[in-house]
């Protein structure tokens, strides 16, 4: 059948983690606090996640916070890096935690010990030939960024986000080419908090807050692109789009053309900006009927127009399917939304429905819509893993999941789409973003932490860790 060769040479092969989500050391390093440090562990994350009016406090007595410590990575990044080149990772991508940079997001010089850290990674990086691909942001805005002023409610956050972005850039020149600006920008759709940093005042005004901050965050992206391509003229620089086709339930003519509204409006609105560097048609009447009013200041649009991204990442987890009939029944979870169970796929834990070929379509769509580059920046299986008695960890059901998303980006490749490289999310065990559980495990190398907090935080190489290493080594050719 398939013919897996089709990987390009240079293919970049590896896996993906965010700052927030595994280096611990919350309040070491002078770093100030993030959004990520208020939001605790447990379900109870994803309920303050969609909750309109949370007050970014940390309440020890009613919580817990897994990330404050994480894995530890901060400490442990000699030991984890090496693990990542004994599985051949040819990439590796990550964040840069901005409040490590900037504590407070405002200051006029950024903080030294905080840039030094992320020089140590990525020397250690180099050491073994593994190039970094970092992401700007990725849910971790300085927390005094939102309480000051409302996170990307403000125009005012622009020029430092970008001040930020410029400081990485003169910093990292020569040692990282591949950037991305926002993670999952389109993410906020759903639920603003994590990408935006605020909660909306109300479910009415929603929708008008979010996209208002969505602009705030394109003239920024824009304009980090614009210094990222100035400063670093051999970089590559995309955006990052969580991608999510949406399904139809059934054929009906109506139920079709809402699930291509809802592709329109979350998967493409932000990609079409970044990308194609405008708004799409389709928007006036979106913004119109949601009585959406944009402050769309001089200038932006030409920003926007002008400074472009080079490649797309992505995201892929599962795909959604969505009937509007009222009462069509059975709801699945997802992350960030919920759709309405497919009685074709099967379900992670979780609730995630797996949808492989989920992965193939949105490869296809992406690349007929903006013929750029496509880079599968995250994707992986969230599971309970067990140790057996011998200490092993027999991860069958995520090294099943991996080769079919991988098959069907080979598949992809042999449909005519450019894809650069594949990260596999979670490459190491790490609190997860939805629900602040450790036990949501998605690593190929598993982490002695647990979601109370104990643990010896003792590395040990799943079954997955022998697996993906031969698929690096044959270069996707066995699967
Ligand atoms: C993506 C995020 O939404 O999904 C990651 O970019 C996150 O930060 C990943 O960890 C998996 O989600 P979760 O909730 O299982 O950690």
């Given at each position: 059948?398939?013919?897996?060769?089709?990987?390009?040479?240079?293919?970049?092969?590896?896996?993906?983690?965010?700052?927030?989500?595994?280096?611990?050391?919350?309040?070491?390093?002078?770093?100030?606090?993030?959004?990520?440090?208020?939001?605790?562990?447990?379900?109870?994350?994803?309920?303050?996640?969609?909750?309109?009016?949370?007050?970014?406090?940390?309440?020890?007595?009613?919580?817990?916070?897994?990330?404050?410590?994480?894995?530890?990575?901060?400490?442990?990044?000699?030991?984890?890096?090496?693990?990542?080149?004994?599985?051949?990772?040819?990439?590796?991508?990550?964040?840069?935690?901005?409040?490590?940079?900037?504590?407070?997001?405002?200051?006029?010089?950024?903080?030294?010990?905080?840039?030094?850290?992320?020089?140590?990674?990525?020397?250690?990086?180099?050491?073994?030939?593994?190039?970094?691909?970092?992401?700007?942001?990725?849910?971790?805005?300085?927390?005094?960024?939102?309480?000051?002023?409302?996170?990307?409610?403000?125009?005012?956050?622009?020029?430092?986000?970008?001040?930020?972005?410029?400081?990485?850039?003169?910093?990292?020149?020569?040692?990282?080419?591949?950037?991305?600006?926002?993670?999952?920008?389109?993410?906020?759709?759903?639920?603003?908090?994590?990408?935006?940093?605020?909660?909306?005042?109300?479910?009415?005004?929603?929708?008008?807050?979010?996209?208002?901050?969505?602009?705030?965050?394109?003239?920024?992206?824009?304009?980090?692109?614009?210094?990222?391509?100035?400063?670093?003229?051999?970089?590559?620089?995309g955006c990052?789009?969580?991608?999510?086709?949406?399904?139809?339930?059934?054929?009906?003519?109506?139920?079709?053309?809402?699930?291509?509204?809802?592709?329109?409006?979350?998967?493409?609105?932000?990609g079409?900006?970044?990308?194609?560097?405008?708004?799409?048609?389709?928007?006036?009447?979106?913004?119109?009927?949601?009585?959406?009013?944009?402050?769309?200041?001089?200038?932006?649009?030409?920003?926007?127009?002008?400074?472009?991204?080079?490649y797309i990442a992505l995201?892929?987890?599962?795909?959604?399917?969505?009937?509007?009939?009222?009462?069509?029944?059975?709801?699945?979870?997802?992350?960030?939304?919920?759709?309405?169970?497919?009685?074709?796929?099967?379900?992670?834990?979780?609730?995630?429905?797996?949808?492989?070929?989920?992965?193939?379509?949105?490869?296809?769509?992406l690349?007929?819509?903006y013929?750029v580059?496509l880079?599968?920046?995250?994707?992986?299986?969230?599971?309970?893993?067990?140790?057996?008695?011998?200490?092993?960890?027999?991860?069958?059901?995520?090294?099943?999941?991996?080769?079919?998303?991988?098959?069907?980006?080979?598949?992809?490749?042999?449909?005519?789409?450019?894809?650069?490289?594949?990260?596999?999310?979670?490459?190491?065990?790490?609190?997860?973003?939805?629900?602040?559980?450790?036990?949501?495990?998605?690593?190929?190398?598993?982490?002695?932490?647990?979601?109370?907090?104990?643990?010896?935080?003792?590395?040990?190489?799943?079954?997955?860790?022998?697996?993906?290493?031969?698929?690096?080594?044959?270069?996707?050719?066995?699967?």
């Open positions: 059948r398939l013919n897996t060769s089709q990987f390009p040479e240079g293919f970049l092969w590896g896996g993906a983690t965010a700052a927030n989500q595994l280096e611990g050391a919350y309040n070491e390093g002078g770093k100030g606090l993030n959004l990520a440090d208020v939001l605790p562990g447990g379900k109870v994350r994803m309920n303050i996640i969609k909750e309109t009016g949370f007050n970014f406090e940390i309440d020890k007595e009613l919580y817990t916070y897994p990330n404050h410590d994480g894995i530890d990575h901060y400490h442990r990044y000699k030991e984890d890096i090496a693990l990542f080149a004994e599985m051949g990772f040819k990439t590796y991508r990550m964040s840069i935690a901005w409040s490590r940079i900037f504590p407070n997001g405002d200051e006029t010089e950024p903080n030294e010990e905080g840039l030094a850290f992320y020089d140590r990674v990525f020397d250690e990086l180099h050491k073994y030939g593994i190039e970094p691909v970092v992401t700007i942001s990725h849910y971790e805005m300085p927390l005094s960024l939102i309480k000051k002023y409302g996170g990307w409610r403000s125009r005012e956050v622009i020029p430092m986000f970008v001040k930020y972005a410029e400081t990485l850039f003169k910093r990292y020149k020569g040692k990282v080419n591949y950037w991305m600006t926002f993670n999952e920008i389109n993410s906020a759709v759903f639920h603003p908090i994590m990408s935006l940093g605020f909660s909306p005042d109300n479910e009415e005004s929603k929708l008008q807050e979010t996209f208002q901050g969505l602009h705030h965050q394109f003239v920024a992206s824009s304009l980090a692109t614009k210094a990222c391509h100035e400063i670093i003229p051999s970089s590559q620089i990052m789009i969580l991608y999510a086709p949406v399904y139809s339930g059934d054929c009906n003519p109506n139920n079709i053309l809402n699930a291509l509204k809802e592709e329109q409006v979350f998967n493409y609105i932000c079409d900006v970044h990308v194609r560097g405008e708004y799409p048609a389709f928007t006036k009447r979106f913004f119109k009927e949601n009585d959406i009013k944009l402050d769309i200041r001089e200038g932006d649009l030409d920003i926007i127009k002008e400074h472009t991204v080079d995201s892929y987890y599962m795909s959604r399917t969505e009937v509007k009939d009222e009462g069509d029944g059975d709801y699945t979870a997802g992350n960030f939304f919920t759709g309405m169970r497919n009685p074709f796929l099967k379900a992670s834990d979780w609730g995630w429905e797996i949808d492989p070929v989920g992965l193939r379509i949105s490869l296809n769509q690349y007929d819509r013929q580059p880079f599968v920046v995250e994707n992986g299986l969230g599971a309970y893993d067990t140790i057996e008695e011998d200490g092993s960890i027999n991860d069958d059901y995520r090294i099943d999941y991996l080769r079919e998303h991988i098959r069907a980006i080979g598949e992809a490749i042999e449909d005519g789409v450019e894809v650069m490289g594949y990260t596999a999310w979670g490459c190491i065990d790490l609190v997860s973003a939805s629900t602040g559980e450790m036990s949501k495990r998605y690593g190929f190398i598993y982490v002695d932490k647990h979601d109370d907090g104990s643990g010896t935080l003792e590395r040990k190489k799943k079954k997955s860790f022998y697996w993906y290493q031969n698929v690096i080594a044959t270069n996707g050719n066995q699967l």
